[in-house]
Structure formats: C-alpha cells, structure tokens
C-alpha cells in the first residue's frame, strides 16, 4: 500500500516562529501536493512539486515556501509563522502514471500558531 | 473564477436508504471527477473516478454519475450503514495537475 507520512500530527507553534512540516512517501511518485483545510474553505493546494527540485504554485502561495530535495520528501516551511495560518495541513502524492489520477494523502498536521 | 459547490448542511438519513450527494461545478469542463471520503482527524480516500464520456461509474455499492451538461455529479451509496457516516469531497480535474476540491458534505447515516 502507498504510504504518505507526515512528520507531526500536532504542532503549537508562536507567532514569528519558523515551522517545517516534512511529508514523506514510499511510492516513487513524482508529484506531491501541499493543501491547507479550513472549515468552510476545503482544501486549499499551497505549492506543489512534479519532480525533484520543481515547484509549482497553487492557490495560496503566500507565507509559504517548499522544498523538494528528494523524490520521497516534499517539507512545507512557514518562515515566519502567523496566526491566520492555523490550519490542518495535507500532503498529498500522486504518480505520473496511474488509471485513476487518484491523490494519496497523509494523516494530516493540524498546526495551531498562538 | 471556477467554482465547486456541495451541500454545505450535513446529510442525514436512515440505514438501509440511500444518500444521494450532489458536487455543482462552474465555469470549467473537466475531464474527469473523483470523490474522496474524509473521516474526521484524517486525510480523504480516494474512492470513484469517473470520466467526462462516462455518464455512471459503480463500485459495489457507490454509484457516481457524471453530468457534463448540467455541470454536475451525483454520488449515491445505496443500503447505507452508519460507517459510511464521513464527509464527502468531490474534485472535478480541470486542466494543469492541480485538483480542486468541494468544501465537502458530511454524510450521518442512523440507526
């Protein structure tokens, strides 16, 4: 079965702090995803990657930047956490070839910043 | 600007009946959509996909239609049992590789 970890299911971060939220799948797939959900909004697609070193903004860039510098690995970094960034977070992996285009998801970090 | 529109009034209703959910879709065409489950705390499953040719996809007992006229899709589980009850998220697949996804409908299946 594909697995997508990621690295913390809670985080309490402060204001003006930098936070990494690191997402790992076990698939060797080529594109990984970055979504926030907020009641009422859904998910939300951050910044995605579809190879290594490559990103792609989604829908709501700003405050965020990623990284891809493995296949396996795609981190999420807030550089300078605020609190309208409280949210859960989801990591997502999907190969490039598949019948479906079917999104694999990780548990989810919900992040709360104070 | 696309928009997706699901019920955002949870969906309750009797075991054994059926739950039809509804995904609405404007100003695209997309090639395909698919429908993720979401149980609270956790990360959406995929389910069903089903494509802009295909007018009914089934998977035992789901069943998606797709409507490319009317913009829309209709997501039914028949003989509903309480661990259906979940939060259901449609994501049309426009252009690009992004996905969109529906704000979701939660879905209460009782005894």
């Known amino acids: 079965d594909v697995k997508v970890t990621q690295s913390s299911r809670y985080l309490v971060k402060r204001t003006g702090e930098k936070v990494f939220l690191e997402c790992v799948q076990d698939?060797?797939?080529?594109?990984m995803f970055w979504y926030r959900q907020d009641p009422g909004l859904g998910l939300r697609l951050i910044y995605f990657s579809y190879d290594v070193k490559m990103k792609e903004k989604g829908d709501i860039p700003e405050g965020y930047s990623v990284s891809r510098e493995k296949k396996e690995r795609f981190s999420l970094i807030l550089e300078s956490a605020s609190t309208n960034q409280t949210s859960m977070y989801l990591c997502?992996?999907?190969?490039?070839?598949?019948?479906?285009?079917?999104?694999?998801f990780g548990e989810g970090s919900r992040l709360t910043v104070l | 600007s696309q928009k997706i529109e699901q019920n955002s009034e949870a969906l309750n209703i009797q075991e054994g009946k059926t739950a039809t959910l509804t995904c609405n879709y404007t100003?695209?065409?997309?090639?395909?959509l698919q429908w993720y489950r979401q149980d609270p705390g956790r990360g959406p499953v995929f389910l069903l996909l089903?494509?802009?040719?295909?007018k009914e996809k089934r998977k035992e007992r789901l069943k998606v239609t797709f409507d490319t006229t009317l913009k829309q899709s209709l997501f039914h589980i028949t003989a509903s049992q309480p661990a259906d009850s979940a939060t259901y998220l449609c994501?049309?697949?426009?252009?690009?590789?992004?996905?969109?996804f529906g704000t979701g409908t939660q879905l209460k299946v009782e005894l």
């Open positions: 698939m060797d797939h080529e594109n």
């Open positions: 100003n695209y065409s997309p090639a395909y």
């Open positions: 997502a992996s999907r190969p490039n070839r598949g019948r479906s285009g079917e999104l694999f």
């Open positions: 994501a049309p697949r426009g252009g690009g590789n992004k996905l969109t």
């Open positions: 089903i494509r802009e040719n295909e």
